[in-house]
């Protein structure tokens, strides 16, 4: 925790202690936060959800609208996908300078492999049990997206999984599937 | 004295040993959860929710409340200690908590936003024992066109009032319309958007989408924001405030707690926006306001009282309309609909039972948090001071298993870890989840209301004109709607860059 898990450096506790009133401390906390995403991020992101509501659109009239007096199934989610669209396409005009959200940073890896592993769980759960994978996803994200050493990553997996164990298992007999 | 008669009832079930001790669970593990960095109230609800799972209607939401009130106060310790803010509403509890904690006075500032939480809290309760039957004898008249229109004042108020960008806040409300509308269609039954997936066929569990969103995808910003400088946990020693400490944080206490109820009312940041105003208020009316941001106690005492008041009077609109009025509330609303309670005018009429049960659990709840959260400062000092590389594996393994043992799907799983993502994505590009969970919970109500209407009305729209009551509460829609985004219109218009205060707050 007082040290960079990326460069190893230790941190400027002294810019930490700096911050004295709550101005100086917004001041810090904008400093310290991550930059707000431009343009394109917010273009992407907006043609994403205008494109799931034009989607949605489709597949709404695909299922019925019906009339005002007898309104069909695709009735009421045309109306808000329509309303998605809509309002999409006005923040891809208003939003492009940027300004939202933060910026993926090199730092944004982690999580891809840390969806990756959940992935790799979710499917190796039904065909072993949980343990093995409970063991793997502790042990990368505690060794490689927490910065842990072999070593503690090694002894806080297994503490990990033996404590889930006799909690899931042994104590709460839920459904979990498992080896042992 | 009729009206005592179903509250004292109430009490007798909450007061069994076995409510008790899961009341007292709720808290430890709620505080637990709460204390983590980065989970806030609704990540903590969410990844939770699991574990009242298979109990009795009541008992699960006396553990409810005591997780509810654990996670809040969770949010408090680590804005006092880590001088990282659980949720918005305890921001302004930095500027004074944090102070205190550097000039060795954690233990106070800990213990005095304790005592003023609990009073807050319990005010609140008082005001809602009395004013929710009543609201909600008021709203036993209203017909579908009432619904429909409170259903979606309550979506657009919770994604206008939201920090942050307010149309991207409506585009998220509107895709988690939309996507609570997946599954079979309760008017026709007809299969919508299930593109032929059994699994989809019962629609999208709100338990799945909060894990996702909150939980999961709260796990995953963290372990890209985890690399960021963070202070370590102030010491703390003399949790018990003196009297000097009490007799400066009474006023403010008071002040806090009445404030907050007031404000917590209304839809929206109802507690942070209490907690910001009690900071203002404390100010202003100090002797030297000089002191404040620099360890003042009342700093501490007023904003803390408020916004537990505020998170309690929250449960006002929940409790006698059905409606959440913020992302908090969405996860209790929900937890409740999962114990077939549906909140709402005619749940104190027609389950007393349930209702009262549900009332006095926060009474409860909130003076377990009382008792316990004074002698357990230090268990939470040692769990602050764990890694958060250890952490995070054992939250999200438990929030994995708890979403499988919902209804034991690894679907589910494939879902939760969906939307674990998309949580994760719409933070980093500016969109709330926070209005996307509130308007999925809301979605059913909202779609069933508007149909109801439109057969009411035999598709003549005008007869709306005929409803006094859903005639205002449109035209407060409109304001709420409108205003808000002229203002931001204007704003850009003047190119201002878009301010980053509440940049680092989690759900």
Same mark, same amino acid.
Request: some cysteine; overall charge negative.
């Given at each position: 925790?007082?040290?960079?898990?990326?460069?190893?450096?230790?941190?400027?506790?002294?810019?930490?202690?700096?911050?004295?009133?709550?101005?100086?401390? !917004?001041?810090?906390?904008?400093?310290?936060?991550?930059?707000?995403?431009?343009?394109?991020?917010?273009?992407?992101?907006?043609?994403?959800?205008?494109?799931?509501?034009?989607?949605?659109?489709?597949?709404?009239?695909?299922?019925?609208?019906?009339? +005002?007096?007898?309104?069909?199934?695709?009735?009421?989610?045309?109306?808000?996908?329509?309303?998605?669209?809509?309002?999409?396409?006005?923040?891809?005009?208003?939003?492009?300078?940027?300004?939202?959200?933060?910026?993926? /940073?090199?730092?944004?890896?982690?999580?891809?492999?840390?969806?990756?592993? +959940?992935?790799?769980?979710?499917?190796?759960?039904? !065909?072993?049990?949980?343990?093995?994978?409970?063991?793997?996803?502790?042990?990368?994200?505690?060794?490689?997206?927490?910065?842990?050493?072999?070593?503690?990553? /090694?002894?806080?997996?297994?503490?990990?999984?033996?404590?889930?164990?006799?909690?899931?298992?042994?104590?709460?007999? /839920?459904?979990?599937?498992?080896?042992? | 004295?009729?009206?005592?008669?179903?509250?004292?009832?109430?009490?007798?079930?909450?007061?069994?040993?076995?409510?008790?001790?899961?009341?007292?669970? &709720?808290?430890?593990?709620?505080?637990?959860?709460?204390?983590?960095?980065?989970?806030?109230?609704?990540?903590?609800?969410?990844?939770?929710?699991?574990?009242?799972?298979?109990?009795?209607?009541?008992?699960?939401?006396?553990?409810?409340?005591?997780?509810?009130?654990?996670?809040?106060? &969770?949010?408090?310790?680590?804005?006092?200690?880590?001088?990282?803010?659980?949720?918005?509403?305890?921001?302004?509890?930095?500027?004074?908590?944090?102070?205190?904690?550097?000039?060795? =006075?954690?233990?106070?500032?800990?213990?005095?936003? $304790?005592?003023?939480?609990?009073?807050?809290?319990?005010?609140?309760?008082?005001?809602?024992?009395?004013?929710?039957?009543?609201?909600?004898?008021?709203?036993?008249?209203?017909?579908?066109?009432?619904?429909?229109?409170?259903?979606?004042?309550?979506?657009?108020?919770?994604?206008?009032?939201?920090?942050?960008?307010?149309?991207? $806040?409506?585009?998220?409300?509107?895709?988690?319309?939309?996507?609570?509308?997946?599954?079979?269609?309760?008017?026709?039954?007809?299969?919508?958007?299930?593109?032929?997936?059994?699994?989809?066929?019962?629609?999208?569990?709100?338990?799945?989408? $909060?894990?996702?969103?909150?939980?999961?995808?709260?796990?995953?910003?963290?372990?890209?924001?985890?690399? =960021?400088?963070?202070?370590?946990?102030?010491?703390?020693?003399?949790?018990?405030?003196?009297?000097?400490?009490?007799?400066? *944080?009474?006023?403010?206490?008071?002040? &806090?707690?009445?404030?907050?109820?007031?404000?917590?009312?209304?839809?929206?940041?109802?507690?942070?926006?209490?907690?910001?105003?009690?900071?203002?208020?404390?100010?202003?009316?100090?002797?030297?306001?000089?002191?404040?941001?620099?360890?003042?106690?009342?700093?501490?005492?007023?904003?803390?009282?408020?916004?537990?008041?505020? $998170?309690?009077? *929250?449960?006002?609109?929940?409790?006698?309309?059905?409606?959440?009025?913020?992302?908090?509330?969405?996860?209790?609303?929900?937890?409740?609909?999962?114990?077939?309670?549906?909140?709402?005018?005619?749940?104190?009429?027609?389950?007393?039972?349930?209702?009262?049960?549900?009332?006095?659990?926060?009474?409860?709840?909130?003076?377990?948090?009382?008792?316990?959260?004074?002698?357990?400062?230090?268990?939470?000092?040692?769990?602050?001071?764990? =890694?958060?590389?250890?952490?995070?594996?054992?939250?999200?393994?438990?929030?994995?298993?708890?979403?499988?043992?919902?209804?034991?799907?690894?679907?589910?799983?494939?879902?939760?870890?969906?939307?674990?993502?998309?949580?994760?994505?719409?933070?980093?590009?500016?969109?709330?989840?926070?209005?996307?969970?509130?308007?999925?919970?809301?979605?059913?109500?909202?779609?069933?209301?508007?149909?109801?209407?439109?057969?009411?009305?035999?598709?003549?729209?005008?007869?709306?004109?005929?409803?006094?009551?859903?005639?205002?509460?449109?035209?407060?829609?409109?304001?709420?709607?409108?205003?808000?985004?002229?203002?931001?219109?204007?704003?850009?218009?003047?190119?201002?860059?878009?301010?980053?205060?509440?940049?680092?707050?989690?759900?």
């Amino acid at each position: 925790m007082m040290s960079n898990p990326a460069s190893g450096e230790p941190i400027d506790d002294l810019k930490l202690e700096e911050a004295e009133t709550p101005d100086e401390l !917004l001041a810090l906390w904008e400093a310290e936060g991550p930059a707000p995403s431009g343009g394109i991020a917010n273009l992407v992101a907006c043609m994403v959800t205008g494109a799931l509501g034009v989607t949605g659109m489709v597949l709404s009239w695909n299922l019925g609208l019906g009339s +005002l007096v007898d309104p069909g199934p695709g009735f009421f989610p045309f109306a808000v996908a329509l309303i998605a669209a809509v309002l999409s396409a006005a923040q891809i005009f208003l939003g492009r300078r940027g300004g939202d959200g933060e910026k993926f /940073t090199s730092y944004s890896t982690m999580v891809v492999w840390g969806v990756l592993s +959940l992935a790799i769980f979710v499917a190796l759960l039904p !065909l072993i049990g949980f343990e093995i994978p409970s063991l793997l996803l502790s042990f990368v994200w505690m060794k490689f997206l927490g910065g842990e050493t072999w070593r503690s990553a /090694t002894i806080y997996s297994l503490l990990v999984v033996a404590a889930f164990y006799a909690i899931f298992v042994a104590a709460l007999r /839920t459904q979990i599937p498992h080896l042992f | 004295m009729d009206f005592f008669a179903p509250v004292i009832d109430g009490f007798g079930t909450v007061l069994e040993p076995g409510n008790l001790l899961y009341c007292f669970i &709720g808290v430890l593990v709620g505080m637990l959860v709460g204390v983590l960095p980065g989970l806030g109230p609704s990540a903590t609800l969410a990844i939770l929710l699991p574990l009242t799972f298979g109990l009795e209607p009541v008992t699960a939401i006396i553990m409810l409340a005591g997780i509810f009130y654990g996670a809040q106060y &969770g949010g408090t310790i680590t804005s006092v200690l880590l001088r990282l803010p659980g949720e918005a509403s305890s921001v302004v509890t930095v500027f004074d908590g944090y102070q205190m904690a550097k000039q060795g =006075r954690a233990g106070t500032a800990l213990g005095v936003a $304790a005592i003023g939480s609990f009073i807050g809290g319990t005010a609140a309760i008082i005001g809602l024992t009395f004013l929710a039957p009543l609201i909600a004898s008021f709203a036993l008249d209203f017909g579908p066109p009432e619904y429909a229109a409170l259903a979606l004042l309550g979506v657009t108020l919770v994604a206008t009032i939201s920090s942050g960008n307010k149309i991207k $806040a409506l585009i998220a409300a509107a895709l988690g319309v939309f996507l609570a509308m997946v599954g079979r269609d309760v008017f026709t039954g007809t299969e919508r958007f299930t593109f032929g997936n059994l699994s989809l066929g019962d629609g999208i569990d709100f338990v799945i989408v $909060a894990m996702g969103l909150f939980g999961v995808g709260e796990i995953l910003y963290n372990l890209e924001e985890r690399h =960021r400088a963070s202070a370590p946990p102030k010491k703390v020693a003399h949790v018990w405030p003196t009297k000097n400490d009490l007799r400066r *944080s009474s006023g403010a206490i008071g002040r &806090g707690s009445v404030l907050g109820f007031l404000l917590g009312i209304l839809p929206g940041g109802g507690a942070t926006i209490s907690s910001m105003a009690a900071y203002g208020v404390e100010k202003k009316i100090a002797k030297e306001p000089s002191r404040f941001g620099k360890g003042a106690i009342e700093g501490v005492a007023g904003p803390e009282s408020a916004n537990n008041a505020a $998170a309690t009077s *929250s449960f006002i609109p929940l409790l006698s309309l059905g409606i959440p009025a913020n992302a908090t509330m969405a996860m209790m609303f929900g937890a409740l609909l999962i114990q077939g309670i549906t909140p709402g005018p005619l749940l104190v009429s027609d389950e007393p039972e349930l209702f009262w049960g549900v009332v006095n659990s926060m009474y409860i709840g909130n003076i377990l948090l009382l008792i316990m959260a004074i002698p357990l400062i230090g268990v939470f000092v040692k769990v602050l001071s764990v =890694r958060p590389a250890i952490l995070a594996p054992i939250t999200v393994l438990i929030t994995l298993i708890g979403a499988y043992t919902v209804k034991n799907s690894v679907f589910d799983l494939v879902l939760l870890v969906v939307f674990g993502l998309i949580g994760y994505l719409m933070k980093k590009t500016g969109f709330e989840p926070g209005p996307l969970v509130l308007a999925f919970v809301l979605a059913e109500m909202l779609e069933s209301n508007v149909r109801r209407s439109l057969l009411l009305f035999e598709g003549h729209l005008a007869e709306v004109f005929t409803r006094p009551i859903t005639v205002s509460l449109l035209a407060l829609l409109v304001v709420v709607v409108v205003l808000p985004m002229v203002k931001t219109l204007l704003d850009r218009a003047k190119s201002t860059p878009v301010s980053k205060e509440e940049k680092g707050l989690h759900v």
